[in-house]
C-alpha cells in the first residue's frame, strides 16, 4: 500500500447554580471538554477489528449518529472472537497465510459474524489478493450501508493497488464521496479521495482534497505520521499539477 498510515466532540449547555447560590441568574456553566476519542486510522493495517457495538469510535465525529452508525449485530461469540484477536495477532506478525485461515475459521463458526467478514476482507487486502477482499467487503457495504469504514477501505484499496488491473481511481473517487457523505469530518476519507484523483490523473482535485486532509487532521488532533502523509500528498500532488501545466 503506498501509505500506511498508522486507522476517528462538542457539547453546550447552560446550567443554573444550585444549593445557596440557587437565587443568582442562570449562569453558562464552564465547559469540560469530553476526552479525546482515540484516534482510528480507517487504513491502517487496514483499520482495527474492534467493530461491535460502542467500541468501532470513529477518527472523528461522522455526519450520522455514532449508534446509527455502530455495529448493530450481536457481539462476536467467545470462540469467533478468540479466533478474530488470533487473526489480527497473526497479521500483525505478517503472517498473512494463517491469519486468513483462522479468519475463515472463525466464519465457519459463524458465517454472519460481521467482524470476521471485514476482518477476513481486510488481511486479504494486505496479503494483495484484491479480488478476494472485494468479493468479501462490497457486500457488506449494502447490508450495512451507513459503515463509512467500508467503503473508505475499498476505495483506498482501488486508489493504490499494486496490480494495475484492479487500481481504479474512478471506482475510487466514487466510494470515497460515498463515505465523505457520511464523514464528511474525517481526514483519513479526504485522504483516500486525495490519492482516488491522484490515481485518475486529477491532480488540480487531488491537491484540493489532500489540503482538506490536512486542514481537518491539523484541527482534529491527527497523529504526526498522518500530517507527513497528507503533506506528501499535497507535495506530488502540486508537483503533478505545474508538470501538467507545462504541457497543457
Known sequence: MAMETNVMMRAWRCAAVAGALAAAPCVRAQEVPKPAKPV???RSVLMSWTNEPGTNAAPVQPAVAADETATVDMPSKPEVRALIEHAQR?????????????????????PKDRR???GLGTVYIQAEQYSNALAVLEPL?????????LRN?????????KDHRVR??????RMAQEALLLAPNDYHVWSTLAEGYYVAGQYDRALRAAEEALRIGQQSGATAGNIIEYR??????HRAVQAM????
Open 40 to 42: 482510528l486510522d480507517s
Open 90 to 110: 497473526l497479521s500483525g506478525q505478517g503472517k498473512l497465510a494463517e491469519a486468513i485461515a483462522a479468519m475463515r475459521q472463525a466464519l465457519d463458526l459463524d
Open 116 to 118: 470476521a467478514r471485514f
Open 141 to 149: 457495504t449494502v447490508e450495512y450501508p451507513k459503515d463509512y469504514f
Open 153 to 161: 477501505n475499498i476505495a483506498w484499496l482501488y486508489a493504490t493497488a
Open 168 to 173: 481504479d481511481g474512478a471506482k475510487a473517487i
Open 232 to 237: 506528501r500528498q499535497i507535495d506530488k500532488s
Open 245 to 248: 501545466s507545462l504541457v497543457e
